[in-house]
C-alpha cells in the first residue's frame, strides 16, 4: 500500500495531497477536488465523530476464526463492504488516470475480492457511461448511481443502468446542490416521496438511497419503498457544518434498522471503523476517498490490496473485541 499511496500522491498532485490521516484538515474547502464544502466541517465531523467511538478490548473468550461475510441486498459479500460511487477523475483527482480505468478498477477489483463497487455520475458524459460500461464487462456486478436530475434525464439514465444487467440501483440524493454540478450549468434537486416512489416502481431493481442524515428522511425512505439507505453527508461536500454520519447513526438505525438494509460512510478508514458502523446499527459500510486513492495509485491491484488490507484488519478488531460474526455484532463492544 504504500508504492501505491506513493504513485497516488504523484498522479493525483494539486488535487489530493494523499495525508497519512485523511482527515479534510489539509484539502478543507477544495471542491472541485478531494477536500469538503466550505470549512470542510462535515469531512472533519465525520472523522471526528467515528474516532471519539471507543472500543472495549475483550480477549477472555473463545473467538479466533470470525466470519466476515455477510448478505446484503440478495449480494453475498466477502465482508459488509461496498466502494461509494465516486467519479470525476479529472476534477478531482487531477486526471491521472482515466475516467473509464478508474472505474474499471473499482469494479473489477471489488468484484475479484469479493465485495461490489459502486459507480457515480455526473458531467461530463464519461462520469456515468464509464460506470455503465465497467458494471456491464462485470457481467452487471456492480451498483450504478444517479443523481436526482430533472425527470427526462433521470429515467434515460435509469434505462441506461437497467440495461447493465446490474440488480441494484442507487440515487445519492445527498448530491441535490452538488456545487460542482452546478458550476456545470446542471444542477440537481431533493425528490418527494411520491418522486422516489414512481423511480423505484418503474424498475425490477432494487433501490438505495443514499444521503440520509435524519430520522424523518429515513421515514420518508421506507414510504417510499426503498429496499437500502445510506447514511451519509456526500463526504462533506455539499453542506458546511452537518453532524458526522457515526452521529446520526444509531437513532436511524434504531427507527428502521429492523425494516430495511442501513449502510453509512463518512470518514471510514480501516477495519476498526468498519466494526464500529456495525455497533452503531449500520448493516455495512460504504468507503469513499481512500478506494479513489488505492484505484489512482494502483488501478485493480490498488483497489484489491485495499480491500485485503480492510479485511485483514477487520478480522484483528473482531477478535480483539470477541465478536465472532459481523451480522451479529453487539453494541455492547463499545464503551
Not at 475480492?113 to 456486478?141: L, M, N, W
Not at 456492480?142 to 427526462?152: M, R, Y
Not at 446490474?166 to 431533493?190: C, E, H, N, Q, Y
Not at 416502481?201 to 432494487?206: A, D, L, Q, V
Request: glycine share 14%.
Amino acid at each position: 500500500m504504500q508504492e501505491i499511496r506513493k504513485s497516488a500522491k504523484e498522479k493525483m498532485k494539486g488535487y489530493c495531497r494523499v495525508c497519512p490521516i485523511c482527515n479534510g484538515k489539509a484539502c478543507a474547502g477544495e471542491v472541485p477536488g478531494m477536500g469538503g464544502l466550505g470549512t470542510g466541517s462535515a469531512f472533519h465531523a465525520n472523522l471526528e465523530a467515528l474516532d471519539a467511538v471507543r472500543f472495549n478490548m475483550k480477549l477472555v473468550h473463545g473467538v479466533k476464526n470470525p466470519v466476515t461475510e455477510t448478505s446484503l441486498l440478495g449480494l453475498s459479500l466477502a465482508l459488509p463492504l461496498m466502494a461509494a460511487p465516486i467519479g470525476g477523475v479529472s476534477f478531482n483527482m487531477g486526471g491521472g488516470v482515466s475516467e473509464e480505468d478508474y472505474t474499471e478498477a473499482i469494479v473489477s477489483g471489488c468484484k475479484a475480492r469479493g465485495i461490489i463497487g459502486c459507480t457515480g455520475d455526473g458531467v461530463p458524459e464519461p462520469i456515468h457511461a464509464s460506470g455503465f460500461s465497467a458494471i456491464q464487462k462485470a457481467g452487471g456486478y456492480g451498483i450504478p448511481f444517479i443523481k436526482p436530475w430533472e425527470a427526462t434525464e433521470f429515467y434515460e439514465k435509469l434505462a441506461k443502468a437497467e440495461a447493465t444487467g446490474a440488480s441494484i440501483f442507487g440515487v445519492d440524493i445527498d448530491a441535490a446542490g452538488l456545487v460542482t454540478l452546478a458550476k456545470m450549468g446542471r444542477p440537481v434537486t431533493p425528490m418527494t416521496v411520491d418522486d422516489l416512489a414512481k423511480a423505484i416502481g418503474s424498475t425490477s431493481m432494487k433501490f438505495i438511497l443514499k444521503g440520509v442524515m435524519t430520522v424523518h428522511d429515513a421515514l420518508c425512505a421506507k414510504e417510499a419503498g426503498a429496499d437500502a439507505i445510506v447514511v451519509s453527508n456526500h463526504g462533506g461536500r455539499v453542506l458546511d457544518s452537518t453532524p458526522g454520519t457515526a452521529e446520526v447513526l444509531p437513532e436511524i438505525a434504531d427507527a428502521v434498522g429492523g425494516e430495511m438494509t442501513i449502510l453509512v460512510d463518512g470518514g471510514i478508514r480501516n477495519g476498526g471503523d468498519i466494526l464500529k458502523m456495525l455497533a452503531l446499527g449500520a448493516h455495512g459500510v460504504m468507503i469513499g476517498r481512500p478506494f479513489s486513492i488505492a484505484a489512482v495509485g494502483g488501478l485493480q491491484q490498488g483497489v484489491e490490496s485495499y480491500i485485503e488490507m480492510l479485511h485483514t484488519q477487520l478480522i484483528q478488531a473482531m477478535v480483539l473485541t470477541g465478536t465472532e460474526n459481523v451480522n451479529r455484532v453487539e453494541s455492547t463492544i463499545l464503551r
